[in-house]
């Protein structure tokens, strides 16, 4: 009479772990309904944005809820009509963003160990108010309305994530030209840059008037006026001034 062994426990334990992998469990799949409401391509867009690792384009959020870029768009009209929510929805350039809503920012910075951020020199505010009313724009272009070197300003902005190179201009010297990050909205508290305040006076002129001037001028002496920048995607990091 042939005996056989009684099954062990690492027996028992081998047999549950080769019969899960043959038959791997699955969850159920979903499929979106057409035609989704507003509220319900507004939360899929939430959704998204939550996950995404970098901020996406409209394009890229439509491919991956499947939807056309339309509906993205009506979902995000939706999100930015909510009051009283904490996060708002930011547009830089192309790409969305969700962000802590402005009027927490205090809350936010103690929860997280944050000290409270230096405060911004005249100098700074000036720059800075000149590359976002006037983006993308040169360094020259920025004096040229200044009347004094910034350079040093352009680094500690640059430092600071406030201000990033985001092209060069078709000239002699292919100069820097700046504009601002998604930094600098939320250190604002801006949703887009179509949030920005009219431009006002700068030393006592009209600001409009002067960039206008600035741009002008530095196109006409482009072909004199070579900008000292550093090779393309490096920034100064040892200004004069």
Known sequence: ME???PMTVTDETSLI???TTEEQLTLPATTLAPNLPDHELAALVEAL???ALDPPTVEELAAGAEVAADDIERGLAWLEQQQGRGWV???HGRRIHIATSPRFADKVRVFLGLDREARLSSASLEVLAIVAYHQPVTRAEIEQ???VDSSGVLAKLHARGLIEPVARLATVGNPIQYGTTAEFLNHF???SLADLPPIGDIGGQDG???LESAAAMAASESDSNVDDAPPEGTIDEHPHA
Do not use: C, K, P
């Open 145 to 147: 309305v200044r009347g």
């Open 208 to 210: 409009r008037a002067l």
């Open 3 to 5: 005996h056989t062994s």
């Open 17 to 19: 772990a080769q019969e």
């Open 49 to 51: 944005l939550l996950v």
């Open 189 to 191: 508290g801006l949703r």
């Open 89 to 91: 929805i930011q547009r």
